[in-house]
Structure formats: C-alpha cells, structure tokens
C-alpha cells in the first residue's frame, strides 16, 4: 500500500485504480488499530492527506470516464490518534516518490513526461 501523491493525471490506470483502492485499505487498518509506522517509514503514508488523497484520485477517475462507487467519508479518516504526532503529521517526500514512481513505470513515466511537455 502507498500513496504516490504526485499529480494523479501521471498514474496510468493500474496505479490510478491501485493507489484508490489503497486509500480505502489504509482507512480499513486506521479503523482497525493496525499498525502502520511501517508504511510512514518507507515513505508510503501521509495520515492526515488520505481523504483530499483519495478525493483527487476519484476526481481524475471521473475526468477518465471510470466508474467511482465507493465514497469515503472524510470523518473515517481522522481516526489517526493511535499513530504518533510525528506520524500524524508526516509528510511523503513528493519528488523521491515521483523519481520512484517514474522509474518503476514506463507508462506513467510517459504520462509525465507528456504533462511536462504541455505545460
């Protein structure tokens, strides 16, 4: 599970619909007190951003013509008082998970640079 938290118009669609999908798996383990200080660690979680996260990603969804049927709520992501402050309150290295993410996925490496381009 992660959030890339670059802009979602660079995930091709399995990433797109993965990175959702991961959005509503990380509400499940805040609402189930699992332990998620792994997933902060390694750069992969920012508590406090999943629910405007998983409403950019349900944007670009719609903008592709996909299908979105599972909302979130935003009350059910602020269930975060088991994690630390420091957790909390961590912010994802945006650049280090773009370089991440660009090298590990042709598509979405084109897709960006396609978006770099037009701008």
């Known amino acids: 599970m992660r959030m890339w938290m670059c802009d979602p118009r660079i995930l091709c669609r399995k990433h797109l ?3 959702h999908l991961e959005q509503h798996m990380f509400v499940g383990s805040l609402k189930n ?6 997933y902060i660690r390694n ?3 920012e508590p406090r951003s999943i629910f405007k ?3 950019d990603l349900a944007n670009e ?3 592709r013509g996909y299908n979105h049927k599972s909302s979130m709520n935003e009350t059910e992501t602020q269930n975060v008082c088991d994690l630390s402050i420091e957790e909390q309150y961590h912010e994802i290295d945006k650049q280090k998970s773009l370089n991440d993410l660009i090298k590990r996925c042709p598509k979405c490496q ?3 640079m396609e978006l770099k381009t037009n701008e």
């Open 33 to 38: 007190k699992k332990k998620l200080s792994g």
């Open 17 to 19: 619909l993965g990175e």
């Open 53 to 55: 996260r998983h409403e």
């Open 43 to 45: 750069n992969c979680l």
């Open 61 to 63: 969804m719609f903008k």
């Open 110 to 112: 084109k897709r960006f």
